[in-house]
Antibody
């Protein structure tokens, strides 16, 4: 069974760039067939999809965040990463990495809380 | 983008009761509707995929139905461990979206 684990700083200053990495185990990103995505959840709120990447490097971002988001993949490390620029307090959230099969999110990481504060 | 609206937002129920949660899509999505359970401080877990297919390992008391714009998650004979927030999610078109959630409290 595939497992995903997020890692990265838990505290980011306003206007800086949030950077997170997701390490995948139990399956290879480069085998294809799945999209690898980032989803966030503001404290006590619902779920917001950020975007996905395919092993080939093709991406799709939520239009609401598109201007600030970059998702990349490193198949040699079986990892994919999220960068969110120019963060504000409104970007404080739990960030999940996940696997999508035909856009259905079937497996999630445990999530990591990122707080934007000076 | 497709908006998913769940009802109710909150429900307080007793064990062994039957619970129904609905999800309405702003446009037809066929059967591309999925249900998740999220317990406090945990990530969401997939329960039902493509409206009515149970995901691996999910107890049989969870079932789903619907197509087009109206969908239902049913929990038969509720157990204390079912206290959680339930979300629907559509994979019909990008960006994928989620409902606002239904919090289930067990009395």
């Amino acid at each position: 069974q595939v497992q995903l684990q997020e890692s990265g700083p838990g505290l980011v200053k306003p206007s800086q760039t949030l950077s997170l990495t997701c390490t995948v185990s139990g399956g290879s990103i480069s085998s294809g067939g799945y999209y690898w995505s980032w989803i966030r959840q503001h404290p006590g709120k619902g779920l917001e999809w950020i975007g996905y990447i395919y092993y080939s490097g093709s991406t799709y971002y939520n239009p609401s965040l598109k201007s600030r988001v970059t998702i990349s993949v490193d198949t040699s490390k079986n990892q994919f990463s999220l960068k969110l620029s120019s963060v504000t307090a409104a970007d404080t959230a739990v960030y999940y990495c996940a696997r999508e099969e035909q856009w259905l999110v079937d497996y999630w990481g445990q999530g990591t809380l990122v707080t934007v504060s000076s | 983008e497709i908006v998913l609206t769940q009802s109710p937002d909150f429900q307080s129920v007793t064990p062994k009761e039957k619970v129904t949660i609905t999800c309405r899509a702003s446009q037809s999505i066929g059967s591309s509707l999925h249900w998740y359970q999220q317990k406090p401080d945990q990530s969401p877990k997939l329960l039902i995929k493509y409206a009515s297919q149970s995901f691996s390992g999910v107890p049989s008391r969870f079932s789903g139905s619907g197509s087009g714009t109206d969908f239902t998650l049913t929990i038969n004979s509720l157990e204390a461990e079912d206290a959680a927030t339930y979300y629907c999610h559509q994979s019909s078109s990008l960006p994928i979206t989620f409902g606002q959630g239904t919090r289930l409290e067990i009395k």
